[in-house]
């Protein structure tokens, strides 16, 4: 799971040289990283992709006039390549829409490379200005936000292309205050972002998240007629069923977070008094700053 951009745009470059004062003998070179691997697509339904890796999964809907993208993973010009590449190989249509489900830069990345190639880029109304707030880390200083979309909406917008109907819908600030759901409404899937995953969720409170915001956009995603879920992170497509059982481990955790609260838990001692081991395994760090002061007051703190 990521944290928000602020954190997910850092990187590290590594160095070495050996030095002629050294032995005589040649330095041993650091070990080289390991690659990345490649993108895997995978079919989901007749004219429906998802191509996982490099950060979160991106989904390709094709239609006759066009693609419809959802998602465009970390930054990166050859992450970018890889994923025009891919979709090239499923159909030689243009790509015409790009969506962003949220903010964090492992969904957001390559905006600007889409926008560049006359792609519409649409996302929350929300997300320009939480992207505007970006502030780069002292340890990479020209570190930059991922481009804003070009079209931005409040709670509905329909793409219509090629005979097809794309919805999106913000129902709620939940993963971030910019989350959108992508419904293919012709398929019966749901494009979910990071509303869902296959591996432990955060919620971004400092990103405008709240989990009871949260599962009321869930609740409202479960009332529409679909039947596979493409998550944000995740090797394969979800269920019903494992929707609502991630909704209710999400329920869980807010009902014992308010418990604890009740109880007498200060915040400092908020997360130690959470069961969460029938849940998911939460980063030691994962309850910190932000984090912890937006789950401390939605579970009823002062």
Not at 115 to 126: F, L
Request: aromatic share 6%; net charge neutral.
């Amino acid at each position: 799971m990521k944290l928000a951009v602020r954190s997910l745009l850092a990187a590290a470059l590594i160095s070495a040289s050996a030095s002629a004062a050294l032995a005589q003998t040649p330095a041993t070179p650091p070990a080289a990283s390991a690659p990345r691997p490649p993108l895997v697509v995978k079919p989901v339904k007749p004219g429906l992709f998802m191509i996982v890796g490099a950060g979160g999964n991106t989904t390709v809907r094709v239609t006759d006039d066009g693609i419809v993208l959802v998602d465009s993973k970390n930054p990166g010009q050859p992450i970018y390549d890889e994923i025009v590449a891919d979709v090239h190989t499923i159909s030689p249509k243009p790509i015409k829409y790009l969506v962003d489900t949220h903010i964090h830069a492992d969904h957001t990345g390559n905006n600007g490379r889409f926008e560049a190639a006359g792609v519409k880029v649409v996302g929350q109304q929300n997300i320009p200005t939480e992207l505007a707030k970006f502030v780069p880390p002292a340890n990479n200083p020209t570190l930059q936000a991922p481009a804003a979309p070009n079209v931005t909406y409040d709670k509905t917008y329909e793409i219509k292309l090629g005979g097809k109907t794309v919805k999106l819908n913000h129902f709620a600030n939940g993963h971030t205050n910019g989350d959108t759901v992508v419904y293919f409404p012709g398929l019966k899937v749901v494009s979910m972002g990071d509303e869902l995953v296959a591996v432990t969720p955060n919620c971004d409170y400092g990103g405008g998240g709240s989990i009871t915001g949260w599962l009321s956009s869930l609740d409202q995603t479960l009332k529409l007629d679909w039947d596979m879920a493409i998550p944000g992170h995740g090797d394969n497509p979800l269920t019903k069923a494992d929707m609502k059982a991630f909704r209710d481990k999400w329920a869980t955790f807010l009902d014992r977070a308010k418990a604890a609260v009740k109880a007498g838990a200060t915040k400092d001692r908020l997360v130690a008094a959470i069961k969460t081991d029938d849940l998911w395994t939460f980063n030691p760090n994962a309850w910190t700053g932000a984090r912890l002061d937006g789950l401390y007051a939605e579970a009823g703190g002062k």
